[in-house]
């Protein structure tokens, strides 16, 4: 059973950058494909950020996409995720995700594992 934790939510200004952290344990971290999702209040959780097993693959949800980046560290079973230029509209509390599949993935259903949500709030 896989077990992941993230990390390094806060509350930032609009226009500051943030990581946010996920470690994993329990599991062979290197052969699950990973993604970042979020849950802003009042809205269903969308998914914002994927990335294979090996990292060869990645995708950005448009929202995103030039300002956020995913990234991982199979050594140190962790999985990263980089905000740059935070706006408003990007509170929300932020979950890992993983599946034991090939590729990357960006629906729910495919979705095996969840962490517990680190909150990100943007001051304007």
């Known amino acids: 059973q896989v077990q992941l934790k993230e990390s390094g939510g806060g509350t930032v200004q609009a226009g500051e950058s943030l990581r946010l952290s996920c470690v994993a344990s329990?599991?062979?971290?290197?052969?699950?494909?990973m993604s970042w999702f979020r849950q802003a209040p009042g809205k269903e959780r969308e998914w914002i950020a994927a990335?294979?097993?090996?990292?060869?693959?990645?995708g950005h949800a448009a929202s995103v996409k030039g300002r956020f980046t995913i990234s991982r560290d199979n050594a140190k079973s962790t999985l990263f995720l980089q905000m740059n230029s935070v706006k408003p509209e990007d509170t929300a509390l932020y979950y890992c995700?993983?599946?034991?599949?090939?590729?990357?993935?960006?629906?729910?259903?495919?979705?095996?594992?969840w962490g517990q949500g680190t909150q990100v709030t943007v001051a304007s």
């Open positions: 329990g599991g062979a971290f290197s052969r699950l494909a």
């Open positions: 995700a993983a599946a034991q599949i090939s590729g990357v993935f960006t629906l729910e259903r495919f979705v095996e594992f």
């Open positions: 990335i294979s097993s090996d990292a060869g693959q990645k």
